[in-house]
């Protein structure tokens, strides 16, 4: 059974930060490409970032030098710290993980960021 399980959304002040967590199993993690997107009220979803088993990045021109996506392949999970958030970032964030024709989601996140 595949699972991922995303924590850390909540609501913060315009350019505060946080750090979101998406926490897997049932896959062998470490060669499974991890990702954020992300589903704004009102508007359709949306790449946030991405990391790839060898660990290189991709950002939404967005957030780029604000976020950043890490993982951790001993603890089997993915991160997304949000800095110098804006209300525009207000959103559901889900967690992914990708690898060939295997494609998973987790439940979802909400980040709200109030101005």
């Known amino acids: 059974q595949v699972q991922l399980v995303e924590s850390g959304g909540s609501s913060v002040q315009a350019g505060g930060s946080l750090r979101l967590s998406c926490a897997a199993s049932?896959?062998?993690?470490?060669?499974?490409?991890m990702g954020w997107y992300r589903q704004p009220p009102g508007k359709q979803r949306e790449m946030v970032a991405l990391?790839?088993?060898?660990?290189?990045?991709n950002y939404a021109d967005s957030v780029k030098g604000r976020f950043t996506i890490s993982r951790d392949n001993a603890k089997n999970t993915v991160y997304l710290q949000m800095n110098s958030l804006k209300p525009e970032d207000t959103a559901v964030y889900y967690c992914?993980?990708?690898?060939?024709?295997?494609?998973?989601w987790g439940q979802g996140t909400q980040v709200t960021v109030s101005s």
């Open positions: 990391i790839g088993s060898s660990g290189g990045t």
């Open positions: 992914t993980s990708t690898w060939g024709v295997h494609n998973y």
């Open positions: 049932g896959i062998i993690f470490s060669i499974y490409r």
